[in-house]
């Protein structure tokens, strides 16, 4: 059976990653494509963006759920706020994209959704989700013997740092160590003028260009270094993994699911 899917973000370069991954996979049929109001897209043919002259649908502002069976969300966390409800309404199971949520617009998301199946993920691409166990394993073995640092770069046009990737990958460090990253995350040094404070991990960001994105962790012990790193080279491992997570939540019932799940990893 064709799963009929609505992709929301079209303004944005993942979200129209998104809808080419869609429109591109035979077991999908994009019903859906939803831009920002007042962008100049709404109302265009969704033919251009997914680069198949014969894709009937137009970009719309509105998120129509009659004919939809999953929706694949990246836009805002206001925006999927929003689109969460909808879907909750519709009974629309949804994969989660958008990164920047506060604790409470969290909280609200995680309870909005409560009646459908969701996939929720920092970051869609197989390599990263791999890299998360990686880096649990190396926690545990060398943390406590180590200086922790993340650094992530991303395109000059992100607007939450440090990025929701770089974040998962700080709780899966101090997870592992029985930590609360909250209690030894250090994101600006530029208050203090002191040495680094023992058993912290420091985050960095650049953002410059059109990267697409680049996590490295580093442990750095008495003698060595580890640095386990992800390089992205386009969207398309991103926009891939979120058509995958669509598949696996479809026809699953209520409940969140992670990529752990649908990599088969938990």
């Known amino acids: 059976m064709t799963l009929r899917v609505a992709v929301t973000g079209a303004s944005g370069r993942m979200g129209q990653a998104v809808a080419r991954a869609v429109s591109a996979e035979p077991e999908m049929e994009l019903a859906c494509l939803v831009a920002r109001a007042g962008s100049g897209l709404v109302g265009s043919s969704a033919a251009s963006i997914v680069g198949d002259e014969n894709c009937p649908i137009t970009v719309s502002n509105v998120l129509d759920l009659d004919a939809v069976d999953v929706v694949i969300d990246f836009t805002l966390p206001e925006s999927s706020l929003v689109n969460a409800r909808a879907c909750a309404e519709a009974g629309v199971p949804v994969v989660i994209g958008t990164t920047g949520f506060s604790e409470a617009e969290q909280a609200d998301l995680e309870s909005t959704l409560a009646s459908v199946a969701r996939c929720q993920a920092a970051n869609f691409s197989t390599g990263v989700n791999l890299a998360y166990r990686l880096l649990s394993l190396a926690a545990e073995v060398m943390g406590a013997d180590s200086d922790i640092e993340i650094h992530e770069a991303h395109h000059k046009h992100k607007i939450d740092a440090p990025s929701g990737t770089a974040l998962?990958?700080?709780?899966?460090?101090?997870?592992?160590?029985?930590?609360?990253?909250?209690?030894?995350?250090?994101?600006?040094?530029?208050?203090?003028?002191?040495?680094?404070?023992?058993?912290?991990?420091?985050?960095?960001?650049?953002?410059?260009?059109?990267?697409?994105?680049?996590?490295?962790?580093?442990?750095?012990?008495?003698?060595?270094?580890?640095?386990?790193?992800?390089?992205?080279?386009?969207?398309?491992a991103f926009a891939n993994g979120a058509v995958r997570a669509a598949?696996?939540?479809?026809?699953?019932?209520?409940?969140?699911?992670?990529?752990?799940?649908?990599?088969?990893?938990?």
């Open 168 to 236: 998962a990958m700080g709780h899966a460090v101090a997870d592992a160590m029985g930590q609360s990253l909250s209690d030894v995350a250090h994101y600006d040094r530029s208050v203090n003028r002191e040495e680094r404070a023992p058993g912290s991990i420091g985050f960095s960001v650049t953002r410059a260009g059109e990267i697409v994105g680049e996590h490295t962790v580093l442990f750095a012990a008495e003698g060595e270094r580890l640095e386990i790193t992800h390089k992205a080279g386009s969207r398309d």
């Open 247 to 266: 598949k696996f939540i479809a026809n699953k019932p209520a409940g969140a699911y992670t990529m752990s799940d649908v990599l088969g990893l938990s």
